[in-house]
């Protein structure tokens, strides 16, 4: 198996490296699947409450690439887990026959209905992996509780700054792989970017401090999925590949770890997240 792939609890292989979709607009998301498919990613992540899914399919389309070739992961938003005919419509905005892996998307609502429903999707071929997004401490571990068949995947906050070790604790013995998102820290959160030892390190393998921190991910075994518009930011974020962080440099990014999340879930924030309705897509 290829190095820039990982493979899944399911047998399932799934990209390192995709891209991220969360808060493009729907020409920018389209213009961004189909560039990043033309240079060789793999891997293409969205949600119904981007309300870019119709323009990821648009993007995929226009790539040229083998739909077989493409992993494909979206979310069901809180709105969708006690509707019966969410996964078929999240498949028509699309225009997919499947997708590769599909989450719930926030511990809100009747997310146990949600994941049955993703279970039943799952038997039928409809989505290839199960996921999770933003389930930790008690959320995680009442899935893991009520499931029938463990999840492949979870994605959460993870990057140098925040790794993830109470989640991974109870994840990493089932193999349930973590996706990073804000992997760099987030929009307007350069510091870990500025650090002197990611400045120290990119110096010395020639690379972007971005590269650097995104190789880390990789090597730490973690699935990532930046997102942006510019062309050149997507390629730069691709080519990670011809270069290997030693054991040292691991070790010396492992200093950065402040057990810090920029985005913390109070219930309070999961309660309006359960009340608020995607927006048609166009």
């Known amino acids: 198996m290829s190095a820039t792939y990982t493979e899944l609890n399911n047998g399932i292989k799934i990209p390192y490296v995709g891209i991220g979709t969360y808060l493009l607009e729907p020409a920018d998301a389209e213009n961004s699947v189909r560039e990043a498919l033309k240079m060789g990613y793999r891997l293409i992540d969205t949600a119904h409450v981007y309300s870019n899914e119709k323009a990821v399919g648009r993007g995929i389309r226009a790539s040229g690439v083998k739909r077989e070739e493409i992993f494909v992961s979206t979310k069901l938003w809180i709105s969708d887990y006690e509707n019966p005919n969410a996964v078929n419509e999240t498949l028509e905005r699309l225009g997919l026959d499947y997708v590769d892996l599909l989450f719930l998307h926030q511990p809100g609502g009747n997310y146990l209905a949600g994941y049955k429903q993703l279970e039943k999707a799952y038997k039928d071929g409809k989505i290839k992996s199960i996921g999770v997004s933003n389930f930790e ?46 992997p760099l820290g987030g929009k307007g959160n350069g510091s870990i970017m500025n650090e002197e030892v990611t400045k120290e390190l990119a110096k010395k393998y020639n690379k972007s401090p ?4 995104l190789r880390w991910h990789t090597q730490m075994g973690f699935i990532i999925i930046p997102g942006s518009k510019n062309v050149d930011h997507i390629r730069d974020n691709f080519n990670i590949f011809d270069f290997e962080l030693s054991k ?35």
């Open 137 to 182: 401490g008690k959320y995680i571990d009442d899935i893991l509780a009520n499931c029938e068949i463990v999840p492949q995947v979870v994605q959460d906050e993870c990057h140098p700054y925040f790794v993830q070790e109470p989640l991974r604790a109870v994840c990493d013995p089932k193999n349930i792989k973590l996706m990073s998102w804000y």
């Open 210 to 213: 971005a590269q650097i921190i």
């Open 248 to 282: 040292e440099d691991m070790d010396k990014m492992a200093t950065l770890n402040k057990n810090h999340k920029y985005f913390i879930h109070t219930q309070e924030i999961i309660d309006n997240l359960a009340a608020f309705k995607p927006r048609e897509e166009k």
